[in-house]
């Protein structure tokens, strides 16, 4: 098919996938923060590399290992969010969205600057845990074990917060505290802290997806800058308030993605936004969008 | 308005301020300059050992020259042509600059040669390799002094089709270094009798090569060819092996620096062929310098390294043999001169720019083989400067055929 | 308005003092682009309140199709700085046409996006010489009379460009135009209620400005005398942004105090402390946003208002 061994194509596309797991990660959170907060979060893919480099330095300072840092990782990370968030980010919400979003910016080099400076540019390589090394014979390519599980903690992560935000209390209360905190907080309900709670988890998510993709890529003080944009580009997509929307999207996109890279692998940069140009101009509110 | 004008003196200020502050050296020294990436993909093979190297040979000179001080200034280029060029311009403009030495990034030292041609200051390419900087892109200012793409692939391609790696495909580096190597290694995989089945090119500092290596392994080729360098090089191999890739498709490690065997470990890297144009363990020459530099940085220096010594030496040599700094009288006596040191025995520079000296091809040994610390490399091959770079190719106007 | 008359006279003596004063011109020369580039993305910001995340694109676009006409096609200096900006605007009407159809946040979102296409597409097309760029671009002369080889006849004629610039934005403000975008800016569903084609308005402030930036791409090829990566990466967008906000959005001295200062920052505090540069101006950036949003010229003029 198309002059390439479907080998390859199958190969591509699970490659796809698990690219795809990542955007829907990164968008997840990216989607909750905006969703219950308004606030357009920069800064994501610098939390995201924090969520990696929390595990390298965590495994290489207190020999943590892997599982550990999945755990701990997101939790040390989310800290740090809840910190910005109330020393810096509460002072801009009753500003322009648009100072959110600068001011996310400025985070987000501060951090990757600093992280660059310590760490220098190029990557450190972590290793890939014990239990998950390996790889499976598809068949038609030879999958790692560990990016099978990539794919699989994702969606049930994915699939827990979609239905904590959905279908539980504390996820009815965020969304109330989004259509009106005022009320909400007449209501007796802790509004500033919900709001630092929620940047802290939807940072935390960040970097899980972090902790997650270190063995997978090298872990740089750059990875999270390209990948923020694509992610961005996923949310536009699926709809900008909307967690299924990202989620799906960010699947789907990352298995065009991988389509692309076998028919026409010059543009499989360029792909996503394309689709978000496209999606754009025929229906502006995104894929799930609510407006 | 009162503040308006206020912004004005300040910015005339930092301005007066900075124009004051880049002429500092203009008062009778001799400057070398060093432009290399310092903290990115390429840092290990040069870097900041590179500077360590300079540094000594500056003391081993006696710090002066002429009874001129020696001062040394350090930028990083960050893999960015623009800003290697922009420094070593401003630093010709404003700080008397006599000499560069050009770190890695075939790209960066492609953009740097133009600047050695237009302000007439020797260049002394180190990491780079390229070896367009001594044909199209070749200048009169311009010296390739460690190892070249030609001379890569002369030693390790023609080392695996000779010994049945037939089939090859390559996974580039998308820029100009990559593109080179690739070059250079499939007009040595044809020469050869073998065939060349296709590239995909990949960023350079990409963070996942594992589309790139499933494309690749799609191919059927015997022998990945990989045209990349430094962290690059380490990460694709890594993920080579993780996809198993590895199992069916020899790994050609196209340029591999003893940094890079070392982050790799020997279990990983064993077998594998590369070219290099100094080793830290060939002689006592070498071991000598090798342990200074061991003392200074806890870690073996690889050719970069010695190779930025060696041109520091042989510039200064030149400058004093000439009785001046002029950088027309340098060329000249570096292109006459014979290169005899740690480095490199019966070396000298050819008319295109080519340091031409004795190329190794090495295979990395095993664990077992392996006797003590950074024992990683036997000698398989020892090629004459002329056969490891080739005759001149008559693309660079100072050289016709 | 005498005031500001007896300012720009200073500001403009000193500007035509820097060979005099042994600045290094081209040091000065990048200034100038910069601050043309942040005066264009002002007209943006500032005075038609759209952020933008995306500008580099226009900027380096112009800058790589004058450095391509004059390298690889040997077209004259004036006729490729023409092409450059004609490009830009084309780019600018494309993207705007597109972006215009969201507000505020997903405005500036789409924008990244479309800047992070062109981006790629610079990478990918043959012509932009990728990770290496167009190297060697040689100034050529004005209307072959005046030989730009000199850096301080070249920074002569980006002095005019700049000031032309500065004055053109400063008519397109004060133009009937201008007081609609102003209007936009400050309500936009009142403008609308006054019977305003605010998307018409808002495109035509896009490609202006779009096209002012693509100018200062064009001369900073011609100026460094190459064209590389880093003029359409997403930091160049990030940056001219931070220069606006440093300066002062909102007022036409505020972009150029805010390039002149990053600009120097980067070039002399980066032989101090190295890389820690981008961190510390990231924090000034926070702190503007957090304390200073009227930026340098914003909070000096309000001080002054004050007293």
Redesign the interface.
């Known amino acids: 098919m198309f002059g390439v061994p479907t080998t390859v194509i199958l190969g591509q596309l699970m490659l796809g996938l698990v690219n795809g797991a990542f955007y829907a990660l990164l968008s997840l959170g990216l989607a909750v923060i905006f969703g219950l907060m308004g606030v357009v979060n920069f800064a994501h893919g610098a939390f995201y590399t924090l969520g990696a480099f929390a595990a390298l330095l965590g495994l290489q300072w207190f020999g943590v290992n892997y599982w550990g840092a999945l755990v701990l990782a997101p939790l040390a990370v989310g800290i740090f969010g809840v910190v910005s968030e109330r020393l810096l980010l509460r002072h801009v919400y009753k500003l322009e969205p648009l100072y959110g979003l600068l001011l996310t910016f400025g985070l987000s080099l501060i951090v990757e600057g600093t992280l660059r400076e310590l760490f220098g540019s190029s990557g450190r390589s972590y290793p890939v845990p014990d239990a998950l090394k390996g790889a499976i014979n598809m068949g038609f390519m030879i999958l790692p074990l560990y990016r099978a599980w990539v794919i699989l903690a994702s969606l049930v992560i994915c699939g827990g917060t979609w239905f904590v935000i959905e279908r539980t209390r504390l996820g009815s209360t965020l969304r109330a505290a989004t259509e009106n905190a005022q009320l909400l907080q007449a209501f007796g309900v802790n509004v500033p802290l919900l709001f630092a709670a929620t940047y802290g988890g939807g940072v935390a998510l960040a970097a899980l997806a972090g902790v997650l993709a270190a063995p997978v890529i090298v872990v740089s003080p750059l990875m999270g800058n390209s990948l923020v944009t694509v992610v961005f580009a996923v949310v536009v997509i699926g709809g900008m308030g909307s967690i299924l929307g990202s989620v799906v999207s960010g699947l789907t996109l990352g298995v065009v993605e991988g389509f692309t890279k076998v028919i026409y692998p010059e543009a499989s940069n360029i792909v996503v936004f394309v689709v978000m140009a496209l999606v754009l101009i025929l229906r502006p509110a995104g894929l799930f969008g609510k407006e | ?8 003196r300040l ?2 200020a ?10 500092f050296a203009a008062g009778g020294e001799i400057v070398i300059g060093d432009i290399d990436d310092l ?6 093979a040069q870097g900041v050992g590179g500077i360590e190297a300079i540094k000594m040979a500056i003391g081993d000179f006696g710090g002066t020259v002429l009874g001129r001080k020696i001062v040394l200034l350090t930028a ?1 280029h ?1 893999n ?4 290697g ?2 420094k070593f ?2 630093w010709s ?2 700080s008397g600059l006599n000499m560069l030495i050009g770190g890695s990034n075939t ?1 960066v030292n ?2 740097m040669a ?1 600047v050695a041609a237009a302000k007439k200051v020797p260049l002394f390419v180190i990491g780079a390799g390229g070896a367009s900087l001594t044909n199209e892109d070749c200048t009169a200012y311009s010296i390739h002094y460690v190892y070249d793409t030609t001379a890569l692939a002369n030693g390790t391609a023609s080392t695996i089709v000779k010994s049945g790696g037939k089939t090859w495909f390559y996974l580039t580096a ?3 270094f990559g593109s080179q190597l690739q070059n250079a290694a499939s007009k040595v995989v044809e020469a050869n009798g073998g065939k060349n089945l296709g590239a ?1 090119r990949a ?3 990409s ?2 090569f ?2 790139f290596l ?2 690749a ?2 191919s059927g080729a015997a022998v990945l060819g990989l045209a990349n360098a ?2 690059d090089f380490s ?1 694709s191999l ?1 993920a080579a092996n ?3 890739i590895t199992k069916t498709m020899k790994p050609a490690a196209l340029l591999a620096f003893i940094s890079d065997i070392h982050r790799l470990g020997l279990q990983t890297a064993q077998g594998l062929y590369l070219t290099t144009g100094w080793y830290w363990d060939l002689n006592d020459d070498t071991r000598a310098f090798a342990k200074r530099y061991f003392a200074k940085m806890q870690v073996e220096p690889t050719m970069d390294h010695a190779g930025a010594y060696s041109a520091t030496m042989s510039y200064l040599a030149a400058v004093k043999t000439m009785g001046s700094a002029d950088s027309d009288k340098v060329m000249a006596e570096l292109k006459r001169m014979k290169i005899n040191d740690m480095f490199a025995k019966g070396g000298y520079v050819r008319a295109d720019g080519v340091m031409v000296h004795t190329m190794y091809v090495m295979q990395v040994k095993s664990p077992q083989e392996s006797k003590y610390p950074w024992d990683y490399y036997k000698v398989v091959k020892q090629m004459a400067g002329e056969e490891a770079f080739g005759p001149v190719t008559g693309a660079c106007a100072l050289a016709p055929k | 308005m005498r005031k500001a008359g007896i300012f720009y006279a200073l500001a403009g003596l000193f500007a035509l003092c820097v060979p005099v004063l042994g600045i290094y011109p081209i040091f000065m020369m990048k200034l100038l682009c910069f601050a043309m580039f942040a005066c264009a993305f002002n007209l943006l910001l500032g005075f038609s309140g759209m952020l933008s995340f995306g500008h580099a694109a226009f900027f380096g676009t112009a800058a790589y199709t004058t450095g391509w006409l004059v390298t690889a096609h040997g077209w004259g200096t004036v006729p490729a700085i023409l092409a450059g900006i004609i490009v830009a605007a084309a780019l600018g009407l494309g993207i705007g046409l597109i972006a215009i159809r969201r507000r505020g946040i997903y405005f500036a979102m789409v924008t990244l996006a479309l800047a992070q296409l062109v981006y790629f597409i610079c990478l990918e097309a043959p012509f932009t010489g990728g990770e290496n760029g167009l190297q060697d671009v040689p100034r050529g002369s004005l209307i072959g009379v005046l030989a730009l080889k000199s850096d301080i006849v070249m920074y002569y004629v980006v002095l005019a460009a700049f000031a032309a610039v500065f004055a053109s934005i400063r008519r397109i403000v004060h133009s009937p135009f201008g007081q609609v975008l102003k209007a936009i800016r400050d309500n936009e569903p009142r403008a609308i209620s006054l019977g305003y084609d605010i998307n018409r308005y808002k495109l035509l402030a896009f490609v202006l400005s779009a096209t002012l930036s693509g100018l200062a791409g064009s001369l900073k090829t011609l100026v460094l005398g190459f064209t590389t990566l880093s003029d359409v990466l997403q930091a160049n967008s990030g940056e001219v942004i931070l220069m606006t906000l440093l300066g002062g959005s909102g007022t036409f001295f505020g972009p150029v105090a805010g390039a002149a200062l990053i600009v120097t920052l980067q070039e002399y505090l980066s032989d101090i402390v190295g890389g820690w540069v981008t961190v510390i101006i990231g924090g000034v950036f926070v702190a503007c946003v957090l304390a200073f949003r009227r930026g340098i010229v914003g909070e000096l003029a309000a001080l002054r208002l004050l007293r």
């Open positions: 308005m009162k503040g308006r004008k206020l912004i004005t910015a005339a930092l301005g007066i301020l900075a124009g004051g502050s880049a002429a903290s990115g993909t390429y840092a290990d990083d960050q960015k042509p623009d800003v060029a922009s311009r401003e403009d404003q790209g492609i953009a133009k998308d820029y100009a995909v960023p350079l500092a963070m996942d594992s589309s499933l494309q392994q799609g430094g962290a990460n890594k993780e996809f198993g």
